[in-house]
């Protein structure tokens, strides 16, 4: 568990972080999202004291940070950013064991590491280890720095906008991996972003800012159905109610009657997102759904619209 | 997760075909000026003149008047050469004019060597035999000749082929004693015994002083490159030292390395004072610092900011950083540095032939004394191949360094 507590960050006469608390629950991927400016990133490099505070504290499983010099402190933080920052000059291998290196681990530890992380993150260990980061495409190297970041298994990981600067297609393709990866892995994540459909789909909880201090905090859910304060609901638009649908499947909702006749079918991992598209397309109300080749019920445009405020 | 490959974003590479063309054209204008020339200076200006002794006038002659049937082949060689440079290139054509304008060369310079071992055996040990302004415009022609025939070849060989040929003719030729006559080499046989003792002075300067500036202007180009107030001082101080004049410069150091020995019993005994090796060693030592530290600050600047926010954030320290990250990445940019500053110094060595301090100069003073062309030129031919040999050698190191660098570009 990451505990802030009256986390303040000044610099020159501007407060880019003003008595900022909060408390990031172990292994759940927490999002810090807001306009540009807001504080976000300086927020997260507190926690491994890339930024220094200038008042208030971090603890980490309840200890205070300060308690641990920063070297020592951040080799047992994972940390990745937008631009990746690949060691140019270093084998994806030897980027990969960067912070086991740091760590003294022996070489046979190592060797195994980087190739059990080269699949974790989908890329064929024997034809990537000996690379160079200037033969990765954006893509690939940012699945190497996610690599890197877990190389020496660190319980907490900090993510700065790490799918920034990819296409759109990449990008979205590399976020649902990375939600997968957090599931198995259950590491606790602080992810920073200005991306409000990434920030809605990986977040557990997100902490949403503005001018240095903390605006709400909640799972999208909670900020979508109860918005504290007119710039949530602003900042979050009319979009917001699509978003959340993305997040979640039909199997979620309640299955209403099969349809009579020929409809439009769609399988039960289907996003209601996904599945309110279709009826648009086909123009449809009622949708038949499957599981598997097994027909196990209906979903109505009325069923999405009334279960989802309901019971998500 | 599956493996994405999107690497469409490559820019692809190849020759331009206008370009190639224009380069093309440009070769043999260069070697048609080059063959040209060589052609030119066999048949005017003064190609050998014979005195003797070191001190009188005496008799200047051009190629053809003092080689008869040699001079024409040599003419023809250059012809020929001219020639190739015409006709379509092929594999062969760029060694094969190369050849032709360094066979010219050679042809006239062992021409040169028996006429010269003949005027010597009716004049005695003082007769002089010395090249003129033809031959060395020559030289120039034959290097115009093989710099753009390497160009048009090829291969790696193929090129190699046409630097060394010359070069191991040339001593092959010289190892027959066919131009011991010659008068550079008998100023060379005379003065031999100072010539390695000067030689190893002038080695001692260029590269004590390249070795100062690694062991100094390294620590402090990092310096400047972590703090701003450190660059101001630092790069401020180098500056001022550039604009010095070189010899005015030795100048000041002189009074100040004196009083400095005549203070300090310690001073003195590591031989410093105010003549001799001390002041120039400083002086060329300032202007050494200057290329390596510039480079060192700017190839450290230069780094991509996320790679030193990342090896931050991972948990190295400083030190490790530097070593590990930042002069790896910088190595290339500061070896173009030493690169600098090497041959700066080997050139700068001269300096110390006029405060006493020794080196290759202290030949090229005592020729120029003499009023003794080829003394001059033992003194200073030796300084112009060291700084080649030394540029070209730390060249091939960056290049080797710099198989990384490019590709991170």
Same mark, same amino acid.
């Given at each position: 568990?990451?505990?802030?507590?009256?986390?303040?960050?000044?610099?020159?006469?501007?407060?880019?972080?003003?008595?900022?608390?909060?408390?990031?629950?172990?292994?759940?991927?927490?999002?810090?999202?807001?306009?540009?400016?807001?504080?976000?990133?300086?927020?997260?490099?507190? !926690?491994?004291?890339? =930024?220094? *505070?200038?008042?208030?504290? +971090? #603890?980490?499983?309840?200890?205070? /940070?300060?308690? $641990?010099?920063?070297?020592?402190?951040?080799?047992?933080?994972?940390?990745?950013?937008?631009?990746?920052?690949?060691?140019?000059?270093?084998?994806?291998?030897?980027?990969?064991?960067?912070?086991?290196?740091?760590?003294?681990?022996?070489?046979?530890?190592?060797?195994?590491?980087?190739?059990?992380?080269?699949?974790?993150?989908?890329?064929?260990?024997?034809?990537?280890?000996?690379?160079?980061?200037?033969?990765?495409?954006?893509?690939?190297?940012?699945?190497?720095?996610?690599?890197?970041?877990?190389?020496?298994?660190?319980?907490?990981?900090?993510?700065?906008?790490?799918?920034?600067?990819?296409?759109?297609?990449?990008?979205?393709?590399?976020?649902?991996?990375?939600?997968?990866?957090?599931?198995?892995?259950?590491?606790?994540?602080?992810?920073?972003?200005?991306? !409000?459909?990434?920030? =809605?789909? *990986?977040?557990?909880?997100? +902490? #949403?800012?503005?001018?240095?201090? /903390?605006?709400? $905090?909640?799972?999208?859910?909670?900020?979508?159905?109860?918005?504290?304060?007119?710039?949530?609901?602003?900042?979050?638009?009319?979009?917001?109610?699509?978003?959340?649908?993305?997040?979640?499947?039909?199997?979620?909702?309640?299955?209403?009657?099969?349809?009579?006749?020929?409809?439009?079918?769609?399988?039960?991992?289907?996003?209601?997102?996904?599945?309110?598209?279709?009826?648009?397309?086909?123009?449809?109300?009622?949708?038949?759904?499957?599981?598997?080749?097994?027909?196990?019920?209906?979903?109505?445009?009325?069923?999405?619209?009334?279960?989802?405020?309901?019971?998500? | 997760?599956?493996?994405?490959?999107?690497?469409?974003?490559?820019?692809?590479?190849?020759?331009?075909?206008?370009?190639?063309?224009?380069?093309?054209?440009?070769?043999?204008?260069?070697?048609?000026?080059?063959?040209?020339?060589?052609?030119?200076?066999?048949?005017?200006?003064?190609?050998?003149?014979?005195?003797?002794?070191?001190?009188?006038?005496?008799?200047?002659?051009?190629?053809?008047?003092?080689?008869?049937?040699?001079?024409?082949?040599?003419?023809?060689?250059?012809?020929?050469?001219?020639?190739?440079?015409?006709?379509?290139?092929?594999?062969?054509?760029?060694?094969?004019?190369?050849?032709?304008?360094?066979?010219?060369?050679?042809?006239?310079?062992?021409?040169?060597?028996?006429?010269?071992?003949?005027?010597?055996?009716?004049?005695?040990?003082?007769?002089?035999?010395?090249?003129?302004?033809?031959?060395?415009?020559?030289?120039?022609?034959?290097?115009?000749?093989?710099?753009?025939?390497?160009?048009?070849?090829?291969?790696?060989?193929?090129?190699?082929?046409?630097?060394?040929?010359?070069?191991?003719?040339?001593?092959?030729?010289?190892?027959?004693?066919?131009?011991?006559?010659?008068?550079?080499?008998?100023?060379?046989?005379?003065?031999?015994?100072?010539?390695?003792?000067?030689?190893?002075?002038?080695?001692?300067?260029?590269?004590?002083?390249?070795?100062?500036?690694?062991?100094?202007?390294?620590?402090?180009?990092?310096?400047?490159?972590?703090?701003?107030?450190?660059?101001?001082?630092?790069?401020?101080?180098?500056?001022?030292?550039?604009?010095?004049?070189?010899?005015?410069?030795?100048?000041?150091?002189?009074?100040?390395?004196?009083?400095?020995?005549?203070?300090?019993?310690?001073?003195?005994?590591?031989?410093?004072?105010?003549?001799?090796?001390?002041?120039?060693?400083?002086?060329?030592?300032?202007?050494?610092?200057?290329?390596?530290?510039?480079?060192?600050?700017?190839?450290?600047?230069?780094?991509?900011?996320?790679?030193?926010?990342?090896?931050?954030?991972?948990?190295?320290?400083?030190?490790?950083?530097?070593?590990?990250?930042?002069?790896?990445?910088?190595?290339?940019?500061?070896?173009?540095?030493?690169?600098?500053?090497?041959?700066?110094?080997?050139?700068?060595?001269?300096?110390?032939?006029?405060?006493?301090?020794?080196?290759?100069?202290?030949?090229?003073?005592?020729?120029?004394?003499?009023?003794?062309?080829?003394?001059?030129?033992?003194?200073?031919?030796?300084?112009?191949?060291?700084?080649?040999?030394?540029?070209?050698?730390?060249?091939?190191?960056?290049?080797?360094?710099?198989?990384?660098?490019?590709?991170?570009?």
């Amino acid at each position: 568990m990451i505990e802030l507590r009256n986390v303040t960050k000044r610099y020159d006469t501007t407060v880019a972080v003003d008595d900022v608390t909060l408390t990031v629950p172990d292994g759940e991927l927490t999002i810090l999202l807001g306009p540009s400016g807001c504080g976000k990133t300086t927020l997260l490099r507190t !926690i491994n004291r890339m =930024v220094e *505070l200038d008042a208030g504290e +971090v #603890l980490i499983d309840g200890q205070s /940070i300060r308690s $641990t010099p920063p070297e020592v402190l951040r080799r047992h933080i994972g940390y990745a950013i937008q631009s990746v920052g690949l060691f140019p000059h270093m084998t994806v291998r030897r980027n990969i064991a960067t912070v086991p290196r740091l760590l003294g681990w022996d070489a046979v530890r190592i060797e195994a590491r980087v190739t059990e992380l080269l699949s974790l993150v989908g890329l064929d260990p024997a034809s990537y280890a000996d690379k160079r980061p200037a033969e990765l495409s954006g893509g690939e190297a940012q699945r190497i720095g996610v690599a890197r970041a877990l190389a020496a298994d660190p319980p907490v990981l900090l993510m700065d906008e790490p799918f920034g600067a990819l296409d759109p297609i990449n990008r979205e393709r590399l976020q649902r991996e990375f939600a997968s990866l957090h599931r198995r892995l259950g590491k606790t994540v602080v992810f920073v972003t200005h991306d !409000i459909e990434e920030a =809605v789909l *990986l977040g557990d909880r997100i +902490v #949403l800012m503005r001018e240095g201090q /903390i605006v709400q $905090t909640g799972s999208p859910e909670e900020l979508w159905r109860g918005p504290e304060h007119q710039f949530v609901r602003d900042f979050f638009g009319d979009e917001f109610g699509l978003r959340i649908l993305s997040r979640h499947r039909i199997a979620d909702l309640e299955p209403g009657a099969t349809p009579q006749g020929a409809s439009a079918r769609v399988h039960l991992d289907t996003n209601l997102r996904d599945a309110l598209a279709i009826m648009v397309t086909e123009s449809v109300e009622r949708v038949t759904i499957l599981d598997g080749e097994r027909v196990v019920g209906g979903l109505s445009f009325c069923d999405i619209v009334t279960q989802v405020r309901g019971s998500l | 997760m599956a493996s994405s490959t999107t690497s469409g974003d490559r820019p692809a590479t190849g020759p331009i075909p206008g370009a190639a063309a224009r380069a093309r054209q440009s070769d043999v204008v260069i070697g048609l000026t080059g063959a040209g020339i060589g052609a030119l200076t066999t048949v005017m200006g003064p190609y050998l003149s014979f005195r003797p002794n070191r001190i009188v006038d005496g008799l200047s002659q051009t190629a053809l008047e003092a080689f008869g049937p040699l001079g024409w082949l040599a003419l023809a060689l250059w012809a020929l050469s001219g020639l190739v440079a015409l006709t379509r290139p092929r594999a062969w054509t760029g060694a094969a004019r190369a050849a032709l304008g360094s066979s010219a060369v050679l042809t006239l310079l062992a021409a040169a060597g028996a006429d010269a071992a003949s005027f010597a055996a009716a004049q005695g040990a003082a007769a002089r035999t010395s090249f003129g302004a033809s031959f060395y415009l020559a030289l120039l022609a034959a290097f115009l000749v093989s710099y753009s025939a390497s160009a048009e070849t090829p291969g790696r060989l193929g090129r190699a082929v046409i630097a060394l040929f010359p070069v191991i003719a040339l001593v092959a030729l010289a190892a027959t004693g066919a131009l011991a006559e010659l008068g550079i080499v008998r100023e060379w046989m005379l003065t031999r015994t100072t010539f390695v003792r000067e030689l190893r002075r002038h080695l001692f300067y260029a590269l004590g002083a390249t070795g100062g500036a690694i062991a100094l202007g390294i620590p402090m180009g990092v310096l400047s490159a972590r703090s701003r107030h450190a660059e101001t001082a630092i790069m401020g101080s180098l500056n001022l030292g550039q604009v010095f004049p070189a010899l005015a410069f030795v100048g000041i150091m002189m009074p100040i390395l004196g009083a400095l020995g005549d203070r300090f019993a310690t001073v003195r005994a590591l031989g410093i004072s105010g003549i001799g090796w001390a002041p120039v060693f400083v002086v060329l030592l300032v202007y050494a610092l200057f290329p390596v530290t510039r480079n060192t600050l700017v190839a450290i600047r230069q780094i991509d900011p996320a790679v030193l926010d990342t090896a931050r954030g991972m948990g190295m320290s400083r030190w490790r950083s530097l070593f590990e990250v930042e002069m790896p990445l910088a190595f290339p940019v500061v070896l173009a540095g030493v690169r600098i500053a090497l041959v700066q110094s080997t050139a700068g060595a001269i300096l110390a032939a006029f405060v006493g301090g020794g080196g290759l100069g202290t030949i090229m003073f005592f020729g120029l004394e003499q009023t003794s062309m080829d003394l001059v030129l033992v003194g200073v031919l030796p300084i112009v191949a060291l700084a080649l040999v030394f540029d070209a050698g730390l060249r091939v190191v960056e290049r080797m360094a710099g198989g990384s660098e490019e590709s991170y570009a």
